[in-house]
């Protein structure tokens, strides 16, 4: 059953230093203020998974937080080059970035098959492409052919990913812990359901989840955390409840491009900050189990 | 030296529409009304919802949020746009655009941009430079492009032409043209007969059926042929039958420019 927590506690009570996170949401429900929260709470050497790594692992590779990077595609969406991340891969700032990269078919497929509880998954893909030859994080090819053992037909391997821990945003949860989204819903079912652990922030607690169509439901007994944070996924959005703050994205190649400067953005929006005090039950003293 | 090796804009600048515009509106007339489109964001989006807002008011948009059949009335800046979901037959999860609608060969162009485009149809959104643990630009990388190239019946890029974009082989494969000629995209499995046209804002080129090389077979007013091979950094191949395109009719600049209102940067 999920715990209803303050998001301070979520991130102390779900990761550490060194866990795969995955932190999904399309362009859609970005959690970054869980995010930020991880910025705050120092987290090191982690390995950071997502399709589009967005602002918000942007934020957290030039605060220092990340060792390796999983995804598909690195830029900031209408605008241009994610330059964090760009420092990181052209010039090791703040550190060394390894990257697995993938396209956005292998990484949805990956945790589809995370969430399935089989080993890899398969599609047409890849072939013929640069990505075909690269390695994964442990120097290993990420991808592979395989042959259908049935009609004998070439097609590509993409292995499970299984992240220690999921984060994602959703519009709302009941005080059981249950968990509602809609809208575009990306890959958030399948990073939740293929994690170890997991948190989910949400823009309102309610008594009673009313129906909605095209809904996502995550019963209570596949979350462990759940935090109240209103706003939670701005610059992204929450479909009925904010609006994609396009200026901001745009304000961010500013901010981002240069290293001293990013600095004082980290400073002053990130750090300076409290977590979210919407503190709603009982506190959680450290991981379950 | 010609305009376009000064770095000038050619001449459809000075007549009343930018080259981004003639691009824009060239790529739209490619689409055919109740087509099913893949699209991408920037150049394709622009074009995509212009040949929607004119005369292919039935063309069915597909963007990789999941987002089947979406009516935007301005230009979404991403491709999760909360526009887009609200305006959508169907949102459907990841997963499942890219396995149930795109792999079985269910949508009929997929429309794309490059950073670099070889002489077949290569493209590359991964690096510049010869080393990919050490490049000299990282670019954003592939999201949805490989199996767009790969699956869709067909494939129409939208790229701005420069000795940069356009060279003779790709730093880096991210989704595959014609690989190295004829017969490749069988030998590897690629099910949809790949890129059909290239619009750049110089003109169109066309794989050549035989040799798969893109070769111009479309130019727009004011531009000359010079200056379509002072941007291609290959020896550019143009057709027989090479045709001036028509610029852009008022209709169609209103309707763009409507549509790019709220973000003059698309």
Redesign the interface.
């Known amino acids: 059953m999920a715990e209803i927590v303050s998001l301070a506690e979520a991130i102390a009570g779900a990761i550490d230093d060194g866990d795969a996170v995955a932190m999904e949401g399309?362009?859609?429900l970005i959690p970054f203020a869980a995010g930020h929260e991880v910025i705050r709470q120092r987290r090191r050497d982690l390995t950071l998974i997502r399709?589009?790594p967005d602002l918000i692992y942007d934020q957290l590779i030039g605060a220092g937080c990340a060792s390796r990077l999983i995804?598909?595609?690195?830029?900031n969406?209408?605008?241009g080059?994610?330059h964090r991340?760009?420092d990181a891969?052209?010039n090791g700032w703040p550190g060394p970035l390894q990257l697995e990269?993938?396209?956005?078919?292998g990484m949805?497929?990956r945790?589809?098959a995370g969430a399935s509880g089989v080993p890899f998954a398969i599609?047409?893909?890849?072939?013929?492409?640069?990505?075909e030859g690269?390695p994964g994080l442990d120097g290993q090819p990420a991808v592979r052919p395989i042959t259908c053992p049935f009609t004998g037909?070439?097609?590509t391997a993409v292995a499970a990913l299984n992240p220690d821990v999921a984060v994602i945003h959703a519009q709302r949860a009941d005080r059981a812990g249950n968990v509602q989204l809609w809208?575009?819903?990306?890959?958030q079912?399948?990073a939740v359901l293929g994690a170890q652990r997991s948190v989910v922030t949400v823009e309102e607690i309610v008594d009673q989840l009313a129906p909605q169509p095209?809904a996502?439901v995550l019963p209570s007994w596949v979350v462990d955390y759940v935090a109240e944070v209103p706003g939670g996924s701005h610059p992204s959005?929450a479909?009925g409840f904010s609006?994609?703050d396009?200026d901001y994205?745009?304000a961010w190649d500013e901010i981002s491009r240069d290293r001293e400067r990013f600095g004082r953005w980290l400073a002053d929006q990130v750090l300076a900050r409290a977590g979210s005090l919407a503190r709603t039950g009982n506190v959680a003293t450290g991981r379950r189990g | 030296m010609t305009a376009a090796e000064r770095g000038e804009p050619p001449e459809a600048a000075r007549a009343g529409f930018t080259a981004d515009e003639m691009m824009t509106a060239c790529a739209a007339r490619a689409l055919t009304d109740g087509m099913t489109c893949f699209v991408g964001?920037?150049l394709p989006s622009a074009a995509a919802n212009l040949a929607r807002a004119t005369h292919a008011p039935n063309l069915v948009l597909i963007y990789?949020?999941?987002?089947i059949g979406a009516k935007p009335g301005r230009l979404?800046?991403?491709?999760?746009?909360?526009v887009?979901?609200?305006t959508a037959d169907a949102?459907v999860?990841?997963?499942e655009i890219?396995?149930y609608w795109?792999?079985p060969g269910r949508i009929g162009v997929g429309f794309l941009g490059a950073a670099q485009i070889d002489r077949f149809g290569n493209i590359n959104t991964?690096i510049i430079g010869t080393s990919?643990a050490g490049?000299?630009?990282?670019?954003?990388?592939?999201?949805?492009?490989?199996?767009i190239a790969?699956?869709c019946r067909d494939v129409i890029v939208v790229v701005r032409q420069s000795r940069r974009s356009f060279v003779d082989r790709v730093d880096?494969?991210?989704?595959?043209g014609f690989?190295d000629g004829p017969g490749?995209?069988d030998r590897?499995?690629?099910?949809g007969a790949g890129p059909r046209k290239v619009i750049t804002d110089l003109g169109v080129l066309e794989p050549d059926p035989a040799s798969c090389e893109l070769t111009l077979t479309g130019i727009y007013p004011g531009v000359a042929v010079p200056d379509v091979r002072a941007r291609t950094g290959w020896d550019l191949v143009v057709s027989d039958s090479l045709e001036e395109l028509a610029p852009p009719t008022a209709a169609e600049l209103t309707a763009l420019r409507q549509l790019q209102a709220d973000?003059p940067?698309?």
């Open positions: 399309f362009t859609h399709m589009t995804f598909s595609w690195g830029g969406p209408g605008v080059s994610l991340f760009r891969v052209e990269e993938h396209s956005h078919a949805a497929n945790y589809a599609l047409r893909g890849y072939s013929g492409t640069g990505l690269l037909e070439r097609l809208g575009i819903t990306g890959v079912k399948e095209g996502v959005y479909l609006a994609r396009n994205y745009q | 964001i920037g990789e949020s999941g987002t979404p800046l991403s491709i999760g746009d909360g887009l979901a609200e949102v999860s990841v997963p890219f396995n795109l792999q991964t990919y490049p000299k630009v990282r670019l954003p990388g592939a999201g949805g492009a490989p199996e790969a699956s880096f494969v991210t989704s595959v690989g490749y995209r590897r499995g690629l099910t973000n940067s698309l």
